[in-house]
């Protein structure tokens, strides 16, 4: 009875902050500064703190990379008993071990760090929590508290606390994006029927800089400037803290006491998981959306580069939760060229995240490796006729060591009988948000008869996809499709794929793969290959994409611009090398004008 009150309660207060959430407004922007500061000044760090382990390595390191700007810096950790899930005790020994190792090392910044043990009994618990805050902060004379849930990740703790003195704001946050429908650290969602969309768009994709004034709308990360005597007098006197009702949210008191409130975004502050509805009661999605957080930030760098992992604390150990997954998988190949590390270093740190494991192998590089010697030993031909639809030419060097690459794992699977299945994922890939707990649902139907798992894939026909027949709700039977930024293989299909000797009449590999399940639209092509009867199927949607789509600005090809494997007046194969340069963006126009799809569907 207890825990479905506390239920009740928690989806309670996200439902009335979601209903208010739209109908706040964005009126304007300031940023100018007020009041001057002062030595004599004491900053509170307050943060909630849930039963969930898997965050505590990077909140911790956060925290201990805080510099204080005041004169005296406090920490308060509230540890919250609410969900009484296995993982409490653990998350309670943890917490203790850190701030003991914290005392003793001399790195902390704080004066004092406590931890509160906050145990949820009745429906007016909640205001409770906020009058034990405001209470201490009024107890310890303090100039400015920080909230923030410890879900948050912040990229640069080391200055936050100086940036948000400097804004010089009575109550305010900063602008926290997350990875999915513009959820921040205040209300507005992806929701285009609420008041100003078009100019919160602007501000959470940066493309407005500064500090905005909104009607309220703030949550998960609050900063008070107690030096404003209206922020003081609300929050601060005994008189009014005391009258606050169990209801009322932060914000809400705020916009009925018309303190004003703001975003800023003109430094990157951090990340923030996208919270629904339907995760309340459901950990594990509380648990993929944070997960994805740390993979995606990675990818955030300029210039396809990619960014270091979030830092985790090296004070204690944290070890990972369980042993890492193939997902019943024999293996999982991840295709990397040697001379690109840096995809090697990004996956790695990647799959670490995840708790996948994952062998790498050297992809034949058509730039290096490559050469007439090289293909006359392979007894290498080139498909009668074959020629680029887009490019107008015979394959390159990249397309024939892209083909090498998944053709060797095709016959490393049938050497060491793997009769589990593969997957093999591509250095370029990027993984969707319920990519583990779609793919682990699948494989666990052993009763599904597949041969071939697009995960990812380019939609050529759409309008041949049959998106209303699903099989097991993720999967659909694919039309025509490119790609092999990552497919799982059975072994039989790794035997119809090798079985066809197609190194003697080779094409690119993502034009091979849909004419041998029987999907290919080039019927001159097809009658070169007998044993069409792989059986595919395709997550819809895909669950991992490509980094960076062909055409982009950031795209790099690691196929293009290298020597044509082309023919001669006979048809006969010619290995001797012609470089060709490839002009990307008129290949993307063309593809584009030929084949009609949306962004959504590659």
């Known amino acids: 009875m207890k825990n479905q009150l506390i239920s009740i309660l928690i989806f309670f207060f996200f439902l009335i902050v979601f209903i208010n959430g739209k109908k706040y407004h964005l009126f304007g922007e300031n940023e100018s500064s007020t009041i001057s500061s002062t030595n004599d000044q004491r900053l509170l760090v307050d943060v909630d703190i849930y039963n969930r382990p898997y965050v505590l390595p990077y909140l911790l390191r956060q925290l201990e990379q805080l510099t204080c700007p005041c004169s005296q810096c406090y920490l308060d950790l509230h540890l919250y008993h609410v969900f009484n899930t296995i993982a409490e005790n653990e998350t309670t020994r943890l917490l203790y071990e850190w701030v003991s190792a914290m005392k003793k090392s001399d790195q902390t910044i704080f004066t004092t760090i406590t931890i509160h043990e906050w145990t949820s009994q009745t429906n007016n618990d909640r205001v409770n929590r906020l009058y034990d805050v405001m209470k201490r902060s009024s107890e310890l004379e303090i100039t400015y508290l920080v909230m923030f849930d410890s879900m948050i990740i912040l990229l640069e703790p080391e200055k936050i606390l100086s940036i948000l003195i400097s804004k010089d704001k009575p109550l305010m946050t900063p602008l926290l994006r997350s990875t999915k429908d513009m959820y921040t650290s205040t209300f507005y969602l992806n929701d285009q029927q609420t008041p100003d969309f078009y100019a919160y768009r602007q501000i959470y994709e940066r493309k407005k800089l500064g500090c905005f004034l909104i009607n309220g709308g703030i949550k998960d990360f609050y900063f008070f400037n107690f030096n404003y005597p209206q922020i003081r007098n609300v929050f601060l006197t005994n008189e009014n803290y005391e009258k606050f009702q169990p209801e009322s949210a932060i914000d809400v008191i705020a916009r009925e006491n018309s303190i004003p409130s703001y975003v800023c975004n003109r430094e990157e502050f951090g990340y923030i998981p996208a919270q629904f509805l339907e995760a309340l009661n459901d950990e594990s999605i509380i648990h993929d959306f944070y997960i994805h957080l740390l993979v995606e930030h990675q990818l955030n760098g300029p210039s396809q580069t990619y960014l270091s992992p979030i830092p985790r604390t090296s004070l204690i150990n944290i070890p990972l939760s369980k042993e890492k997954t193939k997902f019943g998988l024999d293996e999982i190949y991840v295709i990397n060229l040697v001379r690109r590390n840096d995809r090697r270093e990004r996956l790695q740190a990647t799959f670490d995240i995840l708790n996948i494991s994952v062998r790498f192998f050297d992809a034949i590089d058509g730039k290096s490796t490559i050469n007439q010697k090289y293909l006359e030993n392979l007894n290498v031909r080139l498909l009668p006729n074959y020629e680029d639809p887009y490019n107008q030419r ?11 690459s998944h053709y060797f794992i095709w016959e490393d699977m049938i050497k060491n009988e793997y009769s589990n299945g593969i997957l093999i994922l591509e250095d370029d890939v990027r993984f969707d948000v319920y990519f583990k707990y779609k793919l682990e649902k699948i494989l666990l139907n052993h009763s599904l008869d597949w041969d071939i798992l697009y995960l990812g894939r380019k ?55 849909p004419i041998m399940y029987d999907h290919h639209p080039n019927t001159q092509w097809k009658n070169h290959f007998h044993n069409r009867k792989l059986k595919a199927y395709a997550f819809h949607p895909s669950i991992l994409t490509p980094t960076h789509y062909f055409g982009e600005p950031n795209y790099i090809s690691d196929t293009e611009n290298t020597p044509i494997f082309g023919q001669n007046d006979k048809n006969e194969s010619v290995t001797t090398p012609i470089v060709v340069s490839v002009d990307v963006v008129a290949t993307q126009k063309r593809i584009e004008e030929s084949t009609s799809m949306k962004k959504d569907e590659l």
């Not at 015979?394 to 090498?404: A, K, Q, S, T, W």
Request: proline share 6%.
């Open 459 to 513: 939609i050529m026909r759409s309008n041949e996809e049959n998106y209303e027949q699903t099989i097991e709700t993720f999967l659909i039977e694919p039309s025509y499709s490119h790609w092999t930024v990552g497919y799982a293989l059975s072994l039989r299909g790794a035997r119809i794929l090798i079985n066809e000797n197609p190194l003697q009449k080779i094409l690119p590999v993502d034009e091979y793969l």
């Open 394 to 404: 015979p394959m390159n060097y990249g397309e024939l060591g892209c083909f090498f």
